[in-house]
């Protein structure tokens, strides 16, 4: 078996945190469990490139117990858990290329690798591989059933691509499923990313002014873990209807260049270029955090802060490179920039990656289910999914909930009835 990971002895640590975080995902645990017994994915080939982590491990473990020939590659070079790889290649013979820190040529290397598998189905998590197919690798687009996507990152590329009526496969839109965005991009970023930050430099964050850059799901995930902690935190925004809402979440909203001058900590995730720049980072104070949670490392311009300084960053703790600029103040960019709560902590949570991945293993099923209908767009994970992840969830949780009277469900389904 061809694989590539940093030292297959890692392999008894990963294979105990991979059981670790399988018993917080209670509804991968029954997926997994049902395509043991249905077999939906024999004789497919799914290729994925996603983050390498306790839970990732848990849902390529799933699919394979589904019948899948599963291989995966990083969906990012700062991401990968090495101990994960190595249990995945030792223990459940799956061909993982995915080394922590890896260089961009290496990555790409990688991402050649699982597609080399051939893939009936693609798992992508910020659409490389959707776009590694449709520009060097379009012999295998033929094979291709279709994939799903995780992030709303990847989502803005397949969108776009469907709108020019390049995209030659079906893709699931799974980050947009209600059990993910609502549960996975806000208190799962919103978590992790304080996690990252603390992990990576052990700040206070009490008493900090903590500029958050937008309020989509992700970003508002961490203002409010922000707040939390006792930060003082400003908002940042470019659309008004989200600047509204985080007014009345109760946050200061202001325009970047002001919120520059008086940030601590400045944490991005709004998957556009550049929303830190050099006329950002020239009004900062002394000794800042820079942070991204974002799915790519465009989101602080890195060669920006780097012609600003007077020479190369010094890393100055694991994960905090310290940039000292011509005046003397010193700027500290976590994680190289890229996604500070994977490269500097373990990403979300086993507990809310739960309903992402079972979305992923189900979307996945909808799609085998669906071939020869399906037509080569971005398509919604329909909502009985969406419904059946929830109540499995709650029941996990040990929570019920009521159910409607027959009075209330004929009250709610008829329209004689007013004033
Ligand atoms: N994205 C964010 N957190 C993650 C995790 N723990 N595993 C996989 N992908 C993730």
């Given at each position: 078996m061809d694989f590539d990971i940093?030292?297959?002895?890692?392999a008894p640590g990963g294979r105990h945190r991979i059981e670790w975080a399988e018993q917080e995902m209670a509804v991968l645990r029954g997926v997994k469990e049902q395509f043991g017994t249905?077999?939906?994915?024999?004789?497919i080939r799914v290729s994925a490139c996603m983050h390498v982590t306790t839970e990732t491990a848990n849902l390529m473990v799933s699919l394979q117990s589904g019948g899948a020939d599963v291989m995966l590659c990083a969906s990012?070079?700062?991401?990968?858990?090495d101990d994960v790889a190595a249990s995945l290649v030792s223990h459940f013979e799956i061909p993982v290329f995915a080394i922590k820190g890896e260089d961009t040529e290496t990555y790409h290397k990688h991402v050649k690798a699982v597609l080399d598998h051939k893939p009936h189905i693609i798992m992508d998590d910020g659409a490389d591989l959707v776009s590694t197919l449709h520009t060097s690798r379009r012999e295998l687009l033929p094979n291709l059933i279709g994939g799903t996507e995780e992030t709303t990152t990847g989502l803005v590329r397949l969108r776009a691509m469907a709108a020019d009526g390049a995209l030659e496969f079906p893709m699931m839109a799974v980050n947009d499923a209600m059990t993910k965005h609502l549960f996975d991009n806000r208190y799962g970023t919103g978590q992790s990313t304080m996690d990252g930050v603390i992990r990576a430099t052990n700040f206070l964050i009490a008493g900090r002014t903590v500029v958050v850059v937008g309020y989509g799901w992700c970003s508002r995930g961490i203002a409010m873990r922000a707040k939390g902690l006792g930060a003082n935190v400003i908002v940042t925004e470019i659309d008004a209807l989200k600047a509204l809402e985080a007014v009345m979440d109760g946050f200061r909203v202001m325009p970047m260049m002001e919120a520059a001058s008086q940030g601590d900590i400045f944490l991005s995730a709004t998957g556009d270029i550049h929303v830190l720049d050099t006329h950002h980072f020239e009004r900062m104070k002394d000794g800042v955090l820079l942070a991204n949670s974002g799915h790519f490392d465009i989101e602080i311009n890195k060669p920006g802060l780097r012609s600003l300084s007077i020479d190369d960053p010094k890393r100055?703790?694991?994960f905090v490179d310290q940039y000292t600029l011509k005046d003397g103040r010193k700027l500290n960019l976590l994680g190289e920039g890229r996604l500070v709560n994977l490269a500097a902590a373990e990403g979300h949570p086993a507990a809310v990656m739960d309903m992402s991945f079972a979305g992923q293993a189900m979307a996945a099923k909808y799609l085998l289910e669906n071939k020869d209908t399906l037509e080569n767009k971005v398509h919604t994970v329909p909502a009985e999914i969406d419904q059946a992840i929830a109540s499995i969830k709650l029941e996990s949780m040990g929570i019920g909930i009521d159910t409607l009277t027959e009075e209330q469900y004929k009250y709610l389904n008829s329209w004689q009835e007013g004033t």
């Open positions: 940093k030292n297959p002895e890692l249905d077999r939906p994915f024999a004789g990012n070079p700062l991401s990968t858990q100055v703790r694991p």
